[in-house]
């Protein structure tokens, strides 16, 4: 009979320990704080460990809709992106390789947004750790963003990024494990796609809600294109930004986080929802006051009335 290595008893009595959570995790309740402790223990125990093998994907959604615990959020995301695994495969440091490259163009380009970026999202605003400040989230920001750039040659930096990349790098407080979310972001949820040259993703998109329009909102679809605006100008930066440009943080955290589960379907259920609940008032406003309206007062005044939650949800699309 083989012997098992000491690892793989490991892996074995942790495989165990899932069997025999399986009943609890099974049920349509949303994830309490101890069960995400659990997994999250699971998963920092064996690489190729996938949540959603054991939680729903469902049951995963109602909790998101509930919310998180802020002090695991950042380690649930790691578990969510599947950081080890997209780790794993590649050399044990690339990412300070990434780091040390020269790249001056990017590097320029780079530190002018992340100044901006941390204006509108200071590092100290995280409740986990107080002691974080702007600046040391700046230079940490810089990293994973120029480590980005030199990984991925095709995209390099591109605005939009900035933002993405602070909102993980805010929770998760470790710059490497943030550099492997984006690429996984990027990558496994086929996100890069808004960012390349052509902007292929972002086409798909607003493609896809210009028909929207015309079917479920003809009213909506009349006004815009009486004022003169195109959905691409009218939405664009919900899909290059996340929302996280438009909204208050713990907002646009919330929005984020779903996001990583159900990638681009959870921004349309947003935008969509925004629609059910303020397509008439949308038909009302023109010019500046129109364009304003859509950049950022809509999300917030949904949100305001109608709670993030409602708005998470959306409908049936």
């Given at each position: 009979?083989?012997?098992?290595?000491?690892?793989?008893?490991?892996?074995?009595?942790?495989?165990?320990?899932?069997?025999?959570?399986?009943?609890?995790?099974?049920?349509?309740?949303?994830?309490?704080?101890?069960?995400?402790?659990?997994?999250?223990?699971?998963?920092?125990?064996?690489?190729?460990?996938?949540?959603?093998?054991?939680?729903?994907?469902?049951?995963?959604?109602?909790?998101?809709?509930?919310?998180?615990?802020?002090?695991?959020?950042?380690?649930?995301?790691?578990?969510?992106?599947?950081?080890?695994?997209?780790?794993?495969?590649?050399?044990?440091?690339?990412?300070?390789?990434?780091?040390?490259?020269?790249?001056?163009?990017?590097?320029?380009?780079?530190?002018?947004?992340?100044?901006?970026?941390?204006?509108?999202?200071?590092?100290?605003?995280?409740?986990?750790?107080?002691?974080?400040?702007?600046?040391?989230?700046?230079?940490?920001?810089?990293?994973?963003?120029?480590?980005f750039a030199n990984?991925?040659?095709?995209?390099?930096?591109?605005?939009?990024?900035?933002?993405?990349?602070?909102?993980?790098?805010?929770?998760?407080?470790?710059?490497?494990?943030?550099?492997?979310?984006?690429?996984?972001?990027?990558?496994?949820?086929?996100?890069?796609?808004?960012?390349?040259?052509?902007?292929?993703?972002?086409?798909?998109?607003?493609?896809?809600?210009?028909?929207?329009?015309?079917?479920?909102?003809?009213?909506?679809?009349?006004?815009?294109?009486?004022?003169?605006?195109?959905?691409?100008?009218?939405?664009?930066?919900?899909?290059?930004?996340?929302?996280?440009?438009?909204?208050?943080?713990?907002?646009?955290?919330?929005?984020?986080?779903?996001?990583i589960l159900d990638?681009?379907?959870?921004?349309?259920?947003?935008?969509?929802?925004?629609?059910?609940?303020?397509?008439?008032?949308?038909?009302?406003?023109?010019?500046?006051?129109?364009?304003?309206?859509?950049?950022?007062?809509?999300?917030?005044?949904?949100?305001?009335?109608?709670?993030?939650?409602?708005?998470?949800?959306?409908?049936?699309?």
């Amino acid at each position: 009979m083989k012997t098992l290595s000491t690892s793989q008893k490991k892996k074995v009595d942790i495989e165990s320990q899932i069997d025999s959570e399986m009943p609890k995790y099974a049920n349509t309740s949303i994830v309490t704080e101890r069960e995400w402790r659990k997994l999250v223990g699971m998963y920092n125990a064996i690489l190729d460990f996938d949540p959603l093998q054991i939680v729903s994907k469902e049951r995963v959604r109602k909790s998101l809709l509930v919310g998180l615990p802020d002090s695991l959020r950042g380690e649930i995301w790691c578990m969510l992106c599947r950081v080890q695994r997209e780790k794993s495969m590649h050399s044990p440091e690339i990412y300070a390789k990434l780091i040390d490259l020269d790249n001056p163009e990017e590097e320029h380009r780079i530190q002018k947004d992340v100044t901006r970026t941390f204006t509108n999202y200071p590092m100290t605003e995280n409740k986990v750790d107080h002691s974080w400040d702007t600046e040391k989230g700046q230079s940490m920001l810089f990293n994973v963003l120029l480590a980005f750039a030199n990984y991925d040659t095709q995209i390099g930096y591109v605005q939009g990024l900035n933002y993405v990349a602070a909102m993980l790098l805010m929770h998760i407080q470790d710059e490497e494990k943030t550099f492997w979310c984006l690429t996984y972001l990027l990558n496994r949820k086929n996100w890069r796609r808004i960012y390349t040259e052509d902007m292929p993703k972002l086409m798909e998109l607003i493609d896809e809600v210009e028909q929207k329009l015309i079917v479920d909102y003809p009213d909506v679809d009349k006004h815009l294109r009486d004022s003169d605006f195109t959905v691409g100008a009218a939405f664009s930066p919900i899909f290059i930004t996340l929302y996280i440009y438009q909204i208050d943080h713990a907002y646009a955290m919330r929005i984020f986080e779903m996001f990583i589960l159900d990638g681009e379907q959870a921004l349309l259920r947003v935008l969509y929802r925004m629609l059910d609940l303020k397509g008439k008032k949308l038909c009302t406003l023109e010019e500046v006051e129109l364009m304003m309206y859509l950049r950022t007062d809509i999300i917030n005044e949904c949100i305001q009335e109608h709670g993030i939650a409602s708005i998470l949800d959306g409908m049936n699309m």
